[in-house]
Structure formats: C-alpha cells, structure tokens
C-alpha cells in the first residue's frame, strides 16, 4: 500500500540534544512538507522541499534543519537551538500536480 | 505573503442543524484543500477544490471555491455528532514553490 509514513510516533528529548524525526513515502511524490502543530492550534510550515537536493524555508525554520537526499525520504532535525520543540510534527507529501496532500501519523515531540 | 484565515475557529451547534464554515485567502492560488483532524490525530483529506466554481460532496459535507473571491465554503447539512472534530482549510500558492499554508482550523462541537 502506499502512503507516507513518519517514525517514531512519540520521541521524548532532553534538553540541549538534537533529535531527527523521519519521513518515508511510497507515493513518487515529488514535494514534501514539514509542519509543527502546537496544542489547539493550526499547523505552521517549517520547512519544504519540490525535489531532491532542495528545500525553502517555511515560517518557522530557526532552530530546525532537513535533507532531501533521497525522493523518498526528507528527515526533519530538531536541533538544540528550538527553545520549544515540545509539539505535534506531522510530514506531508503531494504529486507534480498537487491534487491531494496527504499526511503522515505525525511524531509527537516532547523535551523531558 | 500568503495567508489564510477561516472563521469561525470554534463552532458549537445542534444535530440536524445546517452551518457553514468559511475560508478566506489572500494570493492567487491553484489548490484548496480541507481536511478533519479528530483529537490526537493526524490529518484526514476531505476534499481538493482545483478551479474556479468547484463543488465537491460527500454525505453531510459540501466544499466550495469561488477563485475571484478567493473564498472557500465547507457547508454542514443537518449535522450530527460524529463530525465533531476540527477542520482545516489550506491554500498551495499559485507561483513556483508550491508552498501549503494552514488556516488556524476550526472546531466544530455538535450537541446531541
């Protein structure tokens, strides 16, 4: 079956480490994306990316960094430098012509 | 800057009634989407609106885009509690970075 799927489900982080959340989808997509949700808010772009070995910035990006060195697979870390990583991190991805984005489970990200 | 804004953000209403929930957008764009987010969850494609006049249904819901406005509808018919949950439009911009914005969603309680 196709889909996009993100591990681990729940991630628990001390502080001052970085974390790497992954992204994987079996649906030749070629743009996938990144967001952070915060508890009873929307979601807010952090980074995306149209093809291999390219990505933009979204809204959000300080403190966070991504690689696309495969179609497959765009892996988001959550480096030291996010003072409030705590949050809901859900991957999408979307074909050449957009017509559906489809979200992974997400990895819910919390610093202990 | 592409920004969008839906209204309401909380919505309370009885079964059976009729209600309609509105997405506004602020740049040329060539996809809506709308999707469900039920508590802890990910996201759940309902519909993708591609041009101007759009109308798409399934069972209670009905989605809208009216490009020239740059305005969506997600229409409620005589709702019932199980589309409680919060529901999220989200605009890709129409120029080359095919970047996906988020409306802040809006959550929708429907009484028994």
């Known amino acids: 079956d196709g889909g996009i799927t993100q591990s681990p489900k729940y991630l628990f982080r001390k502080e001052g480490q970085n974390v790497t959340l992954s992204c994987e989808q079996n649906?030749?997509?070629?743009?996938m994306y990144w967001y952070r949700q915060d508890p009873g808010q929307g979601l807010r772009l952090i980074y995306y990316?149209?093809?291999?070995?390219?990505?933009q910035k979204g809204d959000i990006a300080e403190g966070y960094s991504v690689s696309r060195e495969k179609k497959e697979s765009f892996p988001l870390t959550v480096t030291s430098a996010q003072k409030n990583p705590t949050a809901f991190y859900l991957c999408?991805?979307?074909?050449?012509?957009?017509?559906?984005?489809?979200f992974g489970q997400g990895t819910r990200l919390t610093v202990v | 800057e592409l920004k969008v804004e839906q209204n309401p953000l909380f919505l309370s209403m009885q079964e059976g009634k009729n209600y309609t929930i509105y997405c506004n957008y602020s740049?040329?764009?060539?996809?809506l989407y709308w999707y469900r987010q039920d508590p802890g969850k990910s996201l759940e494609s309902l519909f993708v609106?591609?041009?101007?006049?759009a109308v798409k249904q399934e069972g209670r819901l009905m989605a809208s885009l009216d490009t020239k406005a740059r305005l969506s509808t997600l229409h409620i018919t005589a709702a019932v509690h199980d589309l409680s949950a919060t529901y999220f439009c989200?605009?890709?911009?129409?120029?080359?970075?095919?970047?996906?914005?988020f409306g802040k969603g809006t959550r929708l309680h429907i009484l028994p």
């Open positions: 740049t040329t764009s060539d996809r």
């Open positions: 609106l591609l041009s101007n006049g």
């Open positions: 990316s149209q093809i291999v070995n390219d990505f």
């Open positions: 999408a991805s979307t074909g050449k012509q957009g017509t559906e984005a489809f």
């Open positions: 989200a605009v890709r911009a129409m120029n080359r970075d095919d970047k996906i914005i």
């Open positions: 649906l030749n997509h070629d743009a």
